[in-house]
């Protein structure tokens, strides 16, 4: 991960995004992550739709998922974890 190495990875930014957004990340590392997010434009649109989707989710609540799109999302998740 980020702590063995000087840089973070365009992977580790995928990996630690969650626990950046969130604040949760020890400092150092997380002066690594924006120091990638400094060169790296894909990155930072990866971040800025992460922050963005959680900004939208977090306002959801299960009641307002119609019971089809509830039942899909559950059927390509099951189909999900069954692909090799």
């Given amino acids: 991960m980020a702590e063995r190495g000087l840089h973070v990875t365009c992977s580790e930014v995928v990996e630690l995004v969650t626990e950046y957004l ?3 990340l020890p400092a150092e ?3 690594r992550f924006e120091e990638h997010l400094n ?3 894909g990155c930072i649109v990866y971040v800025e739709q992460i922050r963005a989707t959680v900004g939208t989710v977090g306002r959801l609540h299960e009641d307002d998922v119609p019971p089809h799109a509830k039942e899909q999302l559950m ?3 099951r189909d999900w974890r ?3």
């Fill in 39 to 41: 060169f790296c434009d």
């Fill in 82 to 84: 069954r692909s090799p």
């Fill in 29 to 31: 590392e997380a002066t």
């Fill in 75 to 77: 059927a390509a998740f």
């Fill in 22 to 24: 969130e604040r949760a």
